[in-house]
């Protein structure tokens, strides 16, 4: 008997259909001796209906208090769904009850929708648990010092379900969603594609900071800092699948490199069409160019990626870096107006059809040439680099944007990544 947090996505919520379904799985799992926390998200599409009533009422630039209310309002989704399951957990004939994050408590700071958790309190939840009932906890939700409501921003529900996973020393936190793990590639781009059995949660961390979308980043972040195992899986097998094989399933982020297994170098690709590309050209060579010119995005609120500076040549240089593409033209514009003046750079340049690929794998730190070999492999394929960066555990590259099907596909197989592992 083990104490399990189960975390169900939006789709899995999605009808009452479902909703029955989950409550079967949970039953399951319950009525094999375990003692259940369910953490449900939304039903699918019920966080962008809120939200876009509240768009409908408020004016473009939303005064103070505007972002409280969000709050007050996009967290009614959770809920309703966590009400919703407790119900269908009744139907089943087992104990359930449902909590709000203010009830709990999930502490979070003020931030309205991104706030990050503080601390749980997990008391009420254990006494419920001790009578033997299933306990469900609204994901994304949470409550401030002041008791206003907060969300934890768009895909918190990982989070939530995470960190009272935490909270509750829990066996594992299982993952419920429409994709049956995390796999080597998006299978969209590549179908030789695999699943990961395991994946470090260094590994994890990279790919959804790289774009990959299975999991909320914060999410990560927090199972690595409160050595949380958790486990992606999907939601579509019949609830009645054998629970030993259930709890085998997906994939499953770990926290220790298996000696056993001789791990892959690299473990993944990611990649990401989201960013454009901003070149300030004949930039003079002297100190504070790089703050002068990243300074003033920054102070915009624009996030920057991948930044290169090239070697000068009569004092002078180029320097790029990327943008989020809908950040793209505020930044291109503000450089003009007030940095290309100030800076005396020659002009400014930019590029939108632009991705980022890359390899990630913990097997990088102990091996030398993967990145050449990454390099190598695009340049059989013609496509030319025009921005790299790296880390301890993976490269990235920037290439055009019409190459980047071909970039993944090269390298998940130049990887041997469609090879099954030991
Ligand atoms: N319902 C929230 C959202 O749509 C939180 C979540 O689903 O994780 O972003
Ligand atoms: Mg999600």
New binding site residues.
């Given amino acids: 008997m083990a104490l399990i947090v189960h975390k169900y ?2 789709t899995s919520m999605g009808s009452t259909e479902r909703i029955r379904n989950v409550a079967k799985r949970v039953a399951k799992w319950a009525r094999a001796g375990h003692q259940m926390v369910v953490v449900p ?2 039903m699918s599409g ?3 209906r809120l939200l876009g009533l509240a768009k409908e009422l408020a004016p473009a630039t939303p005064g103070a208090g505007h972002y409280r209310e969000l709050d007050m309002l ?1 967290s009614t ?2 809920q309703a769904s966590s009400a919703l399951l407790a119900i269908a957990l009744q139907a089943e004939g087992l104990e359930a009850v449902s909590y709000a994050g203010w009830q709990v408590q999930v502490k979070t700071d003020s931030a309205y929708t991104k706030a990050r958790i503080e601390s749980i309190d997990d008391e009420r939840v254990r006494a419920d648990l001790d009578a033997g009932r299933v306990v469900v906890i609204t ?2 939700q949470g409550v401030d010092e002041g008791g206003n409501i907060t ?1 934890l ?6 989070t939530s379900a995470v960190a009272i996973a935490a909270a509750l020393k829990a066996h594992e936190c299982l993952t419920f969603t429409d994709v049956d793990g995390v796999y080597t590639t998006d299978p969209r781009v590549e179908p030789d594609a695999r699943r990961l059995k395991t994946v470090s949660f260094e590994e994890m961390l990279e790919m959804a900071s790289l774009g990959s979308k299975v999991l ?1 980043i914060r999410s990560v972040e927090f199972a690595g800092k409160y050595k949380v195992p958790l486990r992606v899986l999907s939601s579509f097998t019949p609830w009645d699948i054998d629970i030993e094989e259930e709890a085998k399933s997906g994939t499953l982020i770990t926290f220790e490199e298996d000696e056993n297994m001789e791990k892959a170098v690299v473990s993944g690709i990611a990649f990401n069409r989201d960013e454009a590309k901003i070149s300030v050209l004949g930039v003079p060579d002297k100190p504070g160019i790089a703050y002068h010119i990243l300074g003033a995005v920054a102070d915009a609120n624009i996030e920057v990626d991948v930044i290169i500076q090239n070697l000068s040549k009569d004092g002078r240089t180029d320097f790029s870096f990327t943008v989020h593409r809908n950040d793209y033209a505020r930044a291109v514009d503000l450089l003009k107006d007030k940095v290309l003046p100030t800076l005396g750079a020659a002009d400014i340049v930019g590029d939108t059809k632009i991705c980022k690929v890359s390899i990630v794998g913990i097997g990088m730190r102990s091996h030398v040439g993967v990145a050449s070999k990454m390099f190598r492999v695009l340049s059989e394929e013609g496509i030319n680099i025009q921005m790299i960066s790296t880390s301890e555990i993976k490269t990235s590259v920037v290439i055009d944007e019409k190459y980047m099907e071909l970039a993944v596909r090269a390298l998940h197989k130049a990887f041997d990544l469609d090879q099954p592992t030991a």
């Fill in positions: 996505g939006g998200s939304a019920e966080t962008n996009a989704g959770e994901g994304f969300t921003g768009r895909g918190g529900s990982d909320q």
